[in-house]
């Protein structure tokens, strides 16, 4: 239990969250259905299970196979409505995880729209219909009705150990993990061996047609603020505003350089003061040098003293290792079998 004393208020959220759940199962509430292949990447928990990793996993398998629009809330962000997400765009206005993405994926389209059913109608009407849509962090927003839903859950961190809100972190029970069609767990230490993969299947307890798999994450190349290759550097003031820092840190170690860690929360939306804060870190140095992920970097200040210090970025991807092939060939046979129906 995260929360034990907020025990007495558990039930109170876990009925509200059946009752919803059951009234779309039996069609009170209405799942709305569209004419384009929609994949569904979420969680049963609140917190980062990896989700724009893997979102930017299939849009590095299939963005030039398939014509790929994403559609994210685009949380944090201080607008409403639909807006299109440019690389020039500024988080504040569609989201950090967006940006990022629309940064690193030139050539796909995203898109923020708190109203899932909204974007994807506006979508559709532009004339210009995509092949497939992903939709980021979707799987309690049940009035779209996913063709395909892939479910993340960390590997230290598993659903089946979780409690429903505000006890635990689950948005819902562990039955909605029944909704998905692929379960991933995320953030594994390295690939796991035939006897924890047994493990745990047996504590997920998949059914016979849901795709079980494993992913970790990778760590790419360090380049500077234009995207070219940079070295690595023996000493370095490491900022992060991510949900978990931790193995980012471990990875910088490993390879010999020294950190000098100034954490924030997820999504922070840096102020003077962390400004100050940052370059008051780097005056320790006898060579500053930052070093922040890309979803920190969209949000970096427009400072000058900060911006005069060397700063690198550093990309998270994941690996599915030896489940790639079986999901990568899951989506292109949900994405193909679809459209050649449509087209019949």
């Known amino acids: 239990m995260r929360r034990p004393w907020l025990l007495p208020f558990a039930p109170l959220y876990w009925i509200g969250v059946s009752i919803r759940n059951s009234l779309f199962d039996i069609g009170v509430l209405k799942q709305h259905t569209f004419d384009v292949p929609i994949l569904c990447i979420g969680n049963l928990s609140a917190g980062g299970t990896g989700k724009t990793p893997h979102t930017e996993w299939v849009l590095n398998q299939f963005q030039d196979k398939f014509k790929i629009v994403v559609l994210s809330r685009g949380y944090g962000r201080k607008t409403k409505g639909f807006l299109e997400v440019k690389p020039n765009s500024k988080a504040q206005e569609v989201g950090d995880e967006p940006l990022q993405i629309a940064q ?41 009705a ?75 190349e360090l380049v500077d603020v234009h995207n070219k290759p940079a070295e690595r550097p023996a000493h370095a003031v490491v900022v992060t505003g991510i949900a978990e820092p931790a193995p980012l840190l471990q990875h910088l ?8 860690h100034i954490q924030f929360k997820d999504h922070r939306e840096f102020t003077f003061a962390d400004v100050q804060r940052i370059t008051s870190a780097c005056e320790k140095l ?29 990309d998270i991807a994941i690996a599915l290792d030896g489940d790639a092939g079986i999901v990568a060939r899951t989506i292109e046979r949900f994405v193909t079998d679809f459209n050649s129906d449509t087209a019949s």
């Open 104 to 144: 690193r994926f030139p050539k796909v389209k995203v898109v923020v729209c708190e109203d899932r059913v909204f974007g994807i109608e506006t979508i559709l009407s532009s004339g210009k219909k995509p092949s497939l849509i992903v939709l980021d962090d979707a799987y309690q927003h049940r009035y779209v």
């Open 146 to 220: 996913s063709g395909l839903t892939w479910l993340l859950t960390p590997y230290f961190d598993l659903y089946t150990d979780d409690f429903i809100l505000p006890l635990g972190n689950l948005r819902e029970d562990i039955r909605g993990a029944d909704r998905a069609d692929i379960i991933t767990v995320t953030k594994c230490p390295g690939e796991p061996t035939p006897e924890e993969r047994e493990r745990i299947r047996n504590e997920l307890n998949p059914t016979e047609i849901q795709t079980l798999s494993f992913s970790r994450m990778k760590y790419e």
């Open 253 to 260: 170690r490993d390879l010999g350089t020294e950190c000098i």
């Open 286 to 314: 006898t060579e500053p040098v930052i070093i922040t992920t890309r979803k920190d970097f969209v949000r970096w200040p427009e400072n000058e003293e900060l911006q005069a210090i060397p700063t690198l970025v550093q």
